[in-house]
T-cell receptor, first 112, second 111 residues
């Protein structure tokens, strides 16, 4: 089944404890992206990747890192999480040449 | 920076009534996409509009892209309980690599 998977789905952590949220897609899509969703703000793009080893900042990249060593995986790294990073995070992918994005199920993060 | 404004933020309608959400930009958009997110779910792509003045229909849903490509609307005729969710518009810029989403319109329905 074609899908985007994220792990973990739920995470409670404390300020400053490094964490990684994984994202994987099995559709051989070139483009992958991370978003955070907060009430009243919609989805805001954190980072995106056009292909392997090609990443760039979205609108809200501060406090986040990403890597794209393989086409299928696009992990989101929070080196030192802070409470303002408490949010719902979505990973998405799409093939080149189209705008149709396929979203993962989301990861709900709470930073205490 | 680039912004896409979406109104209203919330809409509560009686089942069978119509519903419309609007997106507006101060700059010309290359395209506009619409997504639906059910409560507790993830955004699901509905449609993309590219051409000035374009109108597309999907059953009870009608999507429009303005002549100046600065605004768009989604209209649902005779809402059903299955239409409940949040509707987002989105547009790509900077070679479509960056994506900007509207803040969404949450639709709730009285049976």
């Amino acid at each position: 089944e074609a899908q985007v998977t994220q792990n973990p789905r739920y995470l409670i952590t404390v300020t400053g404890k490094k964490l990684t949220v994984t994202c994987s897609q099995n559709m051989n899509h070139e483009y992958m992206s991370w978003y955070r969703q907060d009430p009243g703000l919609g989805l805001r793009q954190i980072y995106y990747s056009m292909n392997v080893e090609v990443t760039d900042k979205g609108d809200v990249p501060e406090g986040y890192k990403v890597s794209r060593k393989e086409k299928r995986n696009f992990p989101l790294i929070l080196e030192s999480p802070s409470p303002n990073q408490t949010s719902l995070y979505f990973c998405a992918s799409r093939p080149s040449g189209t705008e149709t994005q396929y979203f993962g199920p989301g990861t709900r993060l709470l930073v205490l | 920076g680039q912004q896409v404004m979406q109104i209203p933020q919330y809409q509560h309608v009686q089942e069978g009534e119509d519903f419309t959400t609007y997106c507006n930009s101060s700059t010309t958009l290359s395209n506009i996409q619409w997504y639906k997110q059910r409560p507790g779910g993830h955004p699901v792509f509905l449609i993309q509009l590219v051409k000035s003045g374009e109108v597309k229909k999907q059953k009870r849903l009608t999507f429009q892209f303005g002549e100046a490509k600065k605004n768009s609307s989604l209209h649902i005729t005779a809402t059903q309980t299955t239409d409940v969710g949040t509707y987002f518009c989105a547009s790509g810029y900077s070679s479509a690599s960056k994506i900007i989403f509207g803040s969404g319109t949450r639709l709730s329905i009285r049976p």
